[in-house]
């Protein structure tokens, strides 16, 4: 764990104020400071947030909609994009740099909240509210959980850290297994729920709130079949009518008007600077585009836009789904071999507003309503209660201008929320987990990835032979040999 013990722990500070946004850095504070202040303390739990906003801007999308059915890359005659491509494909290596640099920012937020819970353990200021020692507490304990989760989903057992180790402490750490991780994720989301449930008075957009903490941990039962515990913290969500779906879809992607109605949690971005801002149209564009779809001419995109929706994605939208035009653009012009047609990009992510580079601003979504009732759904109907999972069903498709039968059997069912799933949150790194949690993954790949190499003549012959170990990604091979980890069976 090499890249976060050695770390210099740079935190970001500004001036409080109402917005979360502004509470981004113009100084510094380091590990070896003394914490004087509520002041120092808010501003570390700021910290704790900066490996999301770097995870989910900069790998964690190639990982899973890139590694799921929803993404695929496209060839270019500039770029082989073997990073990338290798994982769209399933056949990366422990060498792989987005796999490195995902395990490695996801540990540099862990330690970054483990410093600060233990700080704020033995911190002697004078809190003007207890409520905001508990927010600071439960923020750390809600990103800490949501980083372990992440790395049990992708990479399994993985070390097991909750306190800041330098030096040899750290090397000497080696992984613990899926189950203790799964342990300490729900221990630490139960934990923050007790402590956000304390500060609700001092809750702000785009900071972690007890709801978020708390479906969360519903979303880790859900991934452990644990339908009662699921259950029993979605309908509370529900019942607590904080969240609405709001009345149109294109509304959750306005990056001028941000939504915190339905999105319950997101990665806050901001196109002030370009540290805050992320940049997934240019990503997303197709790569002969120019400045059609970016609106900036004056950025080269040739190395960017590689990534494209699968014709898998595209068909899974039934006729009238108005979903369908918010997440798909299409741009008519010339692909890579000078093929004129109409070519389909991710539209929810937009251009910047008033940046003149490629800064973007958008939020991105990773804990919406929508995702509450369909999760509950699934619940119900894992449990035997179909007909009481069919209205929340409903809710989700009815907003997309879609109608729903009154009666399913449960394999029905079960394969609609599939599908609605797929479509409701294409492009916000739900697909890969959901086909893994529901033991589809190997199945979906095997097909999807046939359909592709029919397409695509590009693709390697070896592409998409799935196998249960590609389930994980491999331990990335700098933690192999730093810290004689041992690797994931197959690779």
Same mark, same amino acid.
């Given at each position: 764990m090499k890249q976060y013990i050695y770390i210099t722990f740079i935190l970001i500070l500004s001036s409080?104020?109402? =917005?979360? /946004?502004?509470?981004?850095?113009?100084t510094t504070l380091?590990?070896?400071?003394?914490?004087?202040?509520?002041?120092?303390y808010i501003l570390l739990a700021n910290g704790c947030y900066i490996s999301l906003r770097n995870m989910e801007k900069n790998n964690h999308w190639v990982i899973t909609e890139l590694a799921s059915d929803n993404l695929g890359i496209q060839y270019c005659a500039t770029s082989g994009e073997a990073t990338r491509g290798v994982i769209d494909n399933f056949l990366v290596s422990a060498n792989n740099e987005t796999v490195n640099n995902f395990w490695s920012t996801c540990y540099t937020g862990v330690y970054r909240? =483990?410093? /600060?819970?233990?700080?704020?353990?033995?911190?002697t200021i004078q809190w003007s509210s207890e409520a905001l020692r508990a927010r600071c507490m439960g923020e750390a304990l809600f990103l800490r959980g949501m980083y372990y989760f992440n790395l049990v989903r992708k990479y399994g057992g993985v070390p097991l850290v909750t306190t800041p180790?330098?030096?040899?402490?750290?090397v000497n750490v080696k992984r613990s297994t899926e189950e203790a991780i799964y342990q300490q994720v729900i221990?630490?989301?139960?934990?923050?729920?007790?402590?956000l449930e304390q500060a609700q008075d001092y809750e702000e957009d785009g900071r972690a709130n007890e709801t978020a903490a708390k479906t969360l941990l519903a979303k880790v039962y859900l991934t452990l079949q644990n339908y009662e515990e699921a259950g029993k913290l979605y309908r509370s969500i529900i019942q607590a009518e904080k969240y609405i779906l709001l009345p149109e879809y294109a509304d959750l992607f306005n990056p001028a008007q941000k939504d915190f109605k339905e999105t319950i949690f997101s990665a806050q971005y901001s196109e002030s600077t370009s540290g805050l801002s992320q940049r997934f149209i240019f990503l997303h564009a197709p790569n002969t585009s120019k400045g059609d779809v970016t609106q900036r001419p004056n950025i080269n995109i040739n190395w960017a836009g590689l990534v494209r929706p699968t014709q898998d994605l595209l068909d899974a939208f039934e006729?009238?789904?108005?979903?369908k035009e918010v997440s798909i653009g299409y741009w008519y012009g010339p692909d890579w071999d000078n093929t004129v047609y109409d070519i389909p990009y991710c539209a929810k992510y937009k251009p910047p507003i008033s940046a003149p580079d490629d800064r973007c601003g958008d939020n991105f979504p990773i804990i919406r309503y929508s995702d509450v009732l369909l999760s509950y759904a699934e619940v119900l109907n894992e449990m035997n209660q179909t007909a009481d999972a069919i209205p929340f069903v409903r809710q989700v498709r009815t907003r997309a201008g879609l109608e729903t039968r009154t009666s399913y059997t449960q394999q029905e069912l079960r394969t609609?929320?599939?599908?609605?799933?797929?479509?409701?949150?294409?492009?916000?790194?739900?697909?890969?987990y959901d086909l893994k949690r529901t033991g589809r993954a190997l199945e979906v790949m095997k097909a999807h990835g046939i359909r592709e190499k029919a397409r695509k003549t590009f693709i390697p012959a070896n592409a998409f032979e799935m196998e249960s170990y590609k389930l994980l990604l491999p331990i990335p091979a700098e933690q192999i040999q730093i810290n004689g980890l041992e690797q994931n069976p197959g690779y």
């Open positions: 409080c104020t109402d =917005s979360f /946004l502004t509470l981004y850095p113009n380091n590990e070896g400071n003394f914490y004087q202040s509520e002041e120092e909240c =483990s410093k /600060l819970l233990q700080e704020l353990e033995r911190a180790l330098a030096g040899q402490d750290a221990s630490d989301l139960q934990e923050a729920i007790a402590q006729p009238g789904d108005k979903r609609l929320i599939e599908k609605e799933r797929q479509v409701e949150f294409c492009f916000e790194n739900h697909r890969w």
